[in-house]
Nanobody, 124 residues
Framework: VQLQASGGGLVQVGGSLRLSCAAS????????MAWFRQGPGKQREFVAA????????YYADSVKGRFTISRDNAKDTVYLQMSNPAPEDTAVYYC??????????????????WGQGTLVTVSS
């Protein structure tokens, strides 16, 4: 599966931004798509995941209620709608796809396909 992420940029506190991740290739081999992020000097961390068959969603506590993950099946594209971002949300955001083991959707090594990353900078 190949992933192409886009939509990053500069956003102000209280604004909104939508990231996109277009998938191509053997998408039938995956059951989850997810977003991770890596801030300056930090490890890559889980943001949100979506079950492709049921559209069930999972969120990190830090973004719950502010970010929304969704999917357009016709376009094989996953979105991350970022609302009311904060400066600590500044990071390179990566989309991922794979078949993580049950309950391990938040672990980066459970995914075998990654997009190239898109930088989000939140200014105050």
């Amino acid at each position: 599966v190949q992933l192409q992420a886009s939509g990053g940029g500069l956003v102000q506190v209280g604004g909104s931004l939508r990231l996109s991740c277009a998938a191509s290739g053997r998408t039938f081999n995956i059951n989850k798509m997810a977003w991770f992020r890596q801030g300056p000097g930090k490890q890559r961390e889980f943001v949100a995941a979506l079950e492709t068959s049921t559209s069930s969603t999972y969120y990190a506590d830090s973004v719950k209620g502010r970010f929304t993950i969704s999917r357009d099946n016709a376009k094989d594209t996953v979105y991350l709608q970022m609302s009311n971002p904060a400066p600590e949300d500044t990071a390179v955001y990566y989309c991922a796809a794979g078949r993580p083991s049950f309950g391990l959707y938040y672990i980066p090594t459970q995914y075998n396909s990654w997009g190239q990353g898109t930088l989000v900078t939140v200014s105050s």
